[in-house]
């Protein structure tokens, strides 16, 4: 069998996906399946550390948050996926995967902070790391955060699991006519505003000129195709 093209990887999840088909929250099949596709790449001897959204429980920006102080509905938000990256932990060690969820918001009798060479330490030991709290500031999103501890982390890619298949030229949900990019550089998409990520989180990957791929968590083997560097989703590119 070929080896995995990558030695180290972050991996980022998005919230909303965890949704599966219910209107809010965690779907336990769904959870269940995406944690199921972690364990078949930390098989492969992969290093995998994770960032976790917040978009099926709470957004800074969402109609809910509409009258509330910013930074405030932002540091819910950030809870949010304290709580997903807890659900996430909990569903790897039922499968075997020894998870460390590590937050960027001081919150210690629930999970440990968020301290770099730790999490360097738990990689090479073969644990799963779960960040949790995205960058611990408001005003950023868990795309930034998986940007910044990738960069950190010296991860090889970013890898962003969402429910679209790769970036198109348009939202896919909105543009039955939008055709998908089987790579495009950052600067063409940050010049275009496709909003499959945010511009912060492309600019930052580009300075550090650490590649992301979007692919599809919904598509069975995805994951796993990635990892092989067999062709899937959207390569972005310096
Ligand atoms: N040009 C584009 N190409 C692909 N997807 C796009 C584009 N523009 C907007 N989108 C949308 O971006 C969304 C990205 O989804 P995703 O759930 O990963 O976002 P997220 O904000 O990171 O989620 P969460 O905050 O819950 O982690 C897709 O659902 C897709 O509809
Ligand atoms: O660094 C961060 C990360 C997240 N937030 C807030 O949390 C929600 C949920 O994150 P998503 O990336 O949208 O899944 C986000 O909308 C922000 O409100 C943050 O403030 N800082």
Known sequence: ???????????????????????????????????????????LGVQVAVV?????????????????????????????????????????RHVGITARVMSAIGIEQVVEPYVRPKALQYLEE????????????????????????????SAEIVLKATKVDGVYSADPKKDPHATRYESITFDEAIAKHLQVMDATAFALCRDQKLPIKVFSIVKPGALTRVIMGEDEGTLVHV
Request: charged letters at 20%.
């Open 1 to 43: 069998m070929s080896k995995p093209a990558y030695q180290r990887v972050l991996l980022k999840l998005s919230g909303e996906a965890l949704m599966g088909d219910d209107p809010f929250g965690i779907n336990r099949a769904t959870i269940e399946r995406m944690v199921a596709d972690v364990a078949e790449v930390a098989k």
């Open 52 to 92: 976790i959204g917040g978009g099926n429980i709470f957004r800074g920006v969402a109609p809910g948050a509409q009258g509330m102080d910013r930074a405030t509905a932002d540091y819910m938000g950030m809870l949010a996926t304290v709580m997903n990256a807890l659900a996430l932990a909990d569903a790897m």
């Open 126 to 153: 073969g644990k799963v790391v779960v960040f949790a709290a995205g960058t611990g500031n408001p005003f950023f999103t868990t795309d930034t955060a998986a940007a910044l501890r990738g960069a950190e982390i």
